[in-house]
């Protein structure tokens, strides 16, 4: 079964064009790094899969629904780019993870010893367990966003949607942190979207690529993506710099990488 | 006169259960409502509540019944509004206290100028709240309370992140209708026992306070519940011994407390820090 698929979709704010004649699928088990330049739509896109952008033009589906239709709000994990909360809202870091389990919650909405438990257990694999007890609003940029992605993946979610989640971390937390993410994927098949940069980091980890600069540019396999013409046409001197890195990483299988490299 | 004596008599009573309960509801409404920043709604909805009143009086219906289906119709207009990405909640909520003051004072006029009816409203007098009048903040109370325990972990989610609440699969429109439409409510109560005046100052005041020193959202409904209804029962009895109305007394009492946390909240942050 497809977790996600999107079929022409278009989408634009008040009179620009933002995305333009959108298709792909994410199939079960993908781990797909969703790659752009800033302002290239990656964002939008994600809003529109979830459903928090209203959608204009084109059909998007999850887990075989269509965004109407669908409830099953618990195998989804969705980390925003720019998380905006209150200033002053009364909540410790521990309390923003349990947070995380609503979405398995049915009817009365409260938290139980057991979601208690998972929480500590959890804060405690992630390291975040130290700081529980201080309010979310005070804690540093990265001690946030540790926080963050326990909330979203506490509800083990099938479908993990990451929007630039490594931003405010400093470089080993980001090791750890797609580490962390990546097992996920190895061991429990959790798909995941994951946009980011840091292609040299997750390039050992992800099995698709999906370039996008308000259309698609490439979407396709690893292996694919360092061998293809529309990566090398679109991203120009700077293809080499990016196989090289997933080259270096050990990641990139095809002999052409080598053959490019010798030209 | 002594404490016991004064409770002794029947309109103090039912100032004080009506009193103490619209404090309550004012105080948790609020914590969500100053931390959506639309804690101006009681302002805005007062000034509706105003008008409502007024078109009661020319209409010789019973002023708050007139009032009430405006309120709530014009707090769905808050909600429309400050949906619109270009408006800022707070513009949405002045856009409707200004509509509220000036058809309240075209409707006053109509009816022949600001009478008396008209300012007890405005200043309301918590004395003279009638039986049936307790009754209904019963009611009301019991409906707020029924509300905040169903959707509590969906509110606190929506106040959070409204993103991260719809993608845990919480209606966020349907939470943010609940909490105008409850304020509507409360408002329009409100203004009946403790004037229009009050109304804000409540809705305000004690869960700024309370902010202040509670780290958990239950202690900060806790708190403002406790600070609420301490400077409503000290305002009426102060008012009681000093002949001084009671509305200014509430105030300034939850001023003092609110003074009084922020203090400690320096105390705190200077030995931290
Ligand atoms: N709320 C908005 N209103 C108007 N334009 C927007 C809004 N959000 C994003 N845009 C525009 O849409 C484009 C794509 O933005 P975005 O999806 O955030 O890109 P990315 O995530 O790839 O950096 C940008 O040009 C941006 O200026
Ligand atoms: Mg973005």
Same mark, same amino acid.
């Given at each position: 079964?497809?977790?996600?698929?999107?079929?022409?979709?278009?989408?634009?704010?008040?009179?620009?064009?933002?995305?333009?004649?959108?298709?792909?699928?994410?199939?079960?088990?993908?781990?797909?790094?969703?790659?752009?330049?800033?302002?290239?739509?990656?964002? %939008?896109?994600?809003?529109?899969?979830?459903?928090?952008?209203?959608?204009?033009?084109?059909?998007?589906?999850?887990?075989?629904?269509?965004?109407?239709?669908?409830?099953?709000?618990?195998?989804?994990?969705?980390?925003?780019?720019?998380?905006? %909360?209150?200033?002053?809202?009364?909540?410790?870091?521990?309390?923003?993870?349990?947070?995380?389990?609503?979405?398995?919650?049915?009817?009365?909405?409260?938290?139980?010893?057991?979601?208690?438990?998972?929480?500590?257990?959890?804060?405690?694999?992630?390291?975040?367990?130290?700081?529980?007890?201080?309010?979310?609003?005070?804690?540093?940029?990265?001690?946030?966003?540790?926080?963050?992605?326990?909330?979203?993946?506490?509800?083990?979610?099938?479908?993990?949607?990451?929007?630039?989640?490594?931003?405010?971390?400093?470089?080993?937390?980001?090791?750890?942190?797609?580490?962390?993410?990546? %097992?996920?994927?190895?061991?429990?098949?959790?798909?995941?979207?994951?946009?980011?940069?840091?292609?040299?980091?997750?390039?050992?980890?992800?099995?698709?690529?999906?370039?996008?600069?308000?259309?698609?540019?490439?979407?396709?396999?690893?292996?694919?993506?360092?061998?293809?013409?529309?990566?090398?046409?679109?991203?120009?001197?700077?293809?080499?710099?990016?196989?090289?890195?997933?080259?270096?990483? &050990?990641?990139?299988?095809?002999?052409?990488?080598?053959?490019?490299?010798?030209? | 006169?002594?404490?016991?004596?004064?409770?002794?008599? &029947?309109?103090?009573?039912?100032?004080?259960?009506?009193?103490?309960?619209?404090?309550?509801?004012?105080?948790?409404?609020?914590?969500?409502?100053?931390?959506?920043?639309?804690?101006?709604?009681?302002?805005?909805?007062?000034?509706?509540?105003?008008?409502?009143?007024?078109?009661?009086?020319?209409?010789?219906?019973?002023?708050?019944?007139?009032?009430?289906?405006?309120?709530?119709?014009?707090?769905?207009?808050?909600?429309?509004?400050?949906?619109?990405?270009?408006?800022?909640?707070?513009?949405?909520?002045?856009?409707?206290?200004?509509?509220?003051?000036?058809?309240?004072?075209?409707?006053?006029?109509?009816?022949?100028?600001?009478?008396?009816?008209?300012?007890?409203?405005?200043?309301?007098?918590?004395?003279?709240?009638?039986?049936?009048?307790?009754?209904?903040?019963?009611?009301?109370?019991?409906?707020?309370?029924?509300?905040?325990?169903?959707?509590?972990?969906?509110?606190?989610?929506?106040?959070?992140?409204?993103?991260?609440?719809?993608?845990?699969?919480?209606?966020?429109?349907?939470?943010?209708?609940?909490?105008?439409?409850?304020?509507?409510?409360?408002?329009?109560?409100?203004?009946?026992?403790?004037?229009?005046?009050?109304?804000?100052?409540?809705?305000?005041?004690?869960?700024?306070?309370?902010?202040?020193?509670?780290?958990?959202?239950?202690?900060?409904?806790?708190?403002?519940?406790?600070?609420?209804?301490?400077?409503?029962?000290? &305002?009426?009895?102060?008012?009681?011994?000093?002949?001084?109305?009671?509305?200014?007394?509430?105030?300034?009492?939850?001023?003092?407390?609110?003074?009084?946390?922020?203090?400690?909240?320096?105390?705190?942050? &200077?030995?931290?820090?």
């Amino acid at each position: 079964m497809n977790i996600s698929e999107i079929k022409n979709l278009s989408f634009s704010y008040t009179g620009q064009t933002v995305l333009k004649d959108i298709n792909f699928k994410i199939a079960e088990g993908d781990y797909i790094a969703l790659l752009g330049p800033n302002g290239s739509g990656k964002t %939008t896109l994600i809003k529109l899969l979830l459903g928090l952008l209203p959608s204009q033009k084109g059909k998007i589906n999850l887990f075989g629904n269509t965004l109407q239709k669908f409830h099953a709000w618990q195998n989804i994990g969705y980390l925003e780019q720019k998380t905006t %909360t209150p200033r002053n809202m009364p909540m410790t870091a521990f309390a923003v993870v349990r947070l995380g389990l609503l979405s398995t919650k049915k009817g009365l909405k409260l938290f139980n010893k057991e979601d208690n438990k998972k929480t500590i257990s959890l804060m405690k694999k992630l390291r975040c367990y130290s700081y529980k007890d201080k309010l979310f609003s005070e804690l540093s940029g990265g001690q946030q966003q540790r926080v963050l992605l326990a909330r979203t993946i506490i509800n083990e979610p099938k479908f993990l949607i990451l929007d630039e989640p490594s931003t405010a971390l400093d470089s080993s937390s980001r090791e750890e942190f797609f580490e962390i993410i990546s %097992t996920l994927n190895e061991e429990k098949k959790t798909t995941i979207l994951l946009v980011t940069h840091d292609i040299s980091q997750v390039g050992k980890y992800v099995n698709k690529f999906l370039v996008l600069d308000k259309q698609i540019i490439f979407y396709g396999s690893k292996e694919e993506f360092c061998d293809s013409k529309e990566v090398t046409s679109y991203f120009g001197p700077y293809t080499q710099h990016l196989i090289d890195h997933l080259h270096t990483e &050990g990641t990139c299988p095809m002999p052409h990488c080598h053959s490019e490299e010798v030209k | 006169m002594n404490f016991a004596e004064f409770i002794s008599y &029947g309109f103090v009573q039912r100032a004080l259960i009506s009193g103490v309960l619209v404090s309550l509801i004012t105080a948790m409404l609020g914590v969500f409502l100053v931390l959506k920043r639309l804690s101006l709604i009681g302002d805005s909805l007062s000034h509706i509540a105003l008008s409502g009143v007024a078109v009661g009086l020319i209409l010789n219906v019973t002023p708050i019944f007139a009032a009430l289906p405006i309120v709530m119709l014009s707090s769905l207009g808050i909600f429309k509004l400050s949906k619109n990405k270009k408006i800022y909640a707070d513009s949405a909520l002045g856009i409707v206290s200004s509509a509220g003051i000036a058809l309240g004072l075209i409707i006053a006029a109509l009816a022949g100028g600001f009478n008396t009816d008209l300012m007890g409203f405005l200043f309301g007098n918590i004395l003279t709240v009638t039986p049936a009048e307790t009754v209904l903040s019963v009611i009301i109370f019991a409906i707020v309370i029924a509300c905040l325990y169903f959707f509590y972990n969906a509110l606190i989610a929506t106040v959070f992140d409204e993103h991260f609440a719809k993608t845990a699969g919480v209606d966020t429109d349907k939470i943010n209708i609940l909490l105008v439409l409850l304020s509507a409510v409360v408002v329009v109560l409100a203004v009946k026992t403790v004037g229009i005046m009050l109304v804000s100052a409540l809705i305000i005041i004690p869960p700024t306070s309370a902010l202040q020193i509670a780290k958990k959202f239950k202690s900060v409904l806790i708190c403002a519940c406790i600070f609420s209804v301490f400077a409503t029962v000290g &305002g009426v009895y102060l008012s009681f011994l000093f002949n001084l109305p009671p509305s200014a007394l509430i105030i300034i009492l939850n001023l003092i407390i609110l003074c009084i946390c922020g203090l400690i909240k320096y105390a705190k942050s &200077g030995k931290i820090n």
